[in-house]
């Protein structure tokens, strides 16, 4: 029975991006109870450049895609390290909705910031 909750629930959060506001869903659960068996079914029924499907991110992998390649995707991490270490990233991605970085240059002929 979980199990069919469990793809219920990923399928809405999956077909969520097509909204303004996409759902988040974070599955922690032991090895073995079918979690990635249940996210792949449900990242069949998604186009494929309609997901983005990956291990693990690193810490700024997020900050270094362009906005257009993550908007309206499905964003699939399949182990929970992948996770907490861009966990910064993803929280301000749920939460804020953006998500922006922003560094000072030294100018290599004035030495000036």
Not at 7 to 24: D, E, H, M, N, V
Not at 31 to 38: D, E, I, R, V
């Amino acid at each position: 029975m979980d199990e069919d909750i469990n793809k219920k629930l990923f399928y809405i959060s999956a077909t969520s991006r097509l909204t303004g506001k996409p759902l988040s869903v974070l599955d922690i659960s032991p090895s073995g109870t079918g979690k990635s068996f249940c996210m792949s079914s449900i990242l069949e029924l998604i186009p494929p450049d309609e997901a983005d499907i990956n291990s693990r991110l690193t810490p700024k992998t997020l900050y270094y895609k362009d906005e257009k390649d993550i908007q309206g995707k499905v964003l699939s991490i399949e182990e929970l390290v992948g996770i907490e270490e861009a966990l910064e990233s993803i929280r301000m991605i749920v939460s804020a909705e953006m998500l922006s970085t922003s560094g000072i240059e030294k100018d290599p002929r004035t030495g000036m910031m």
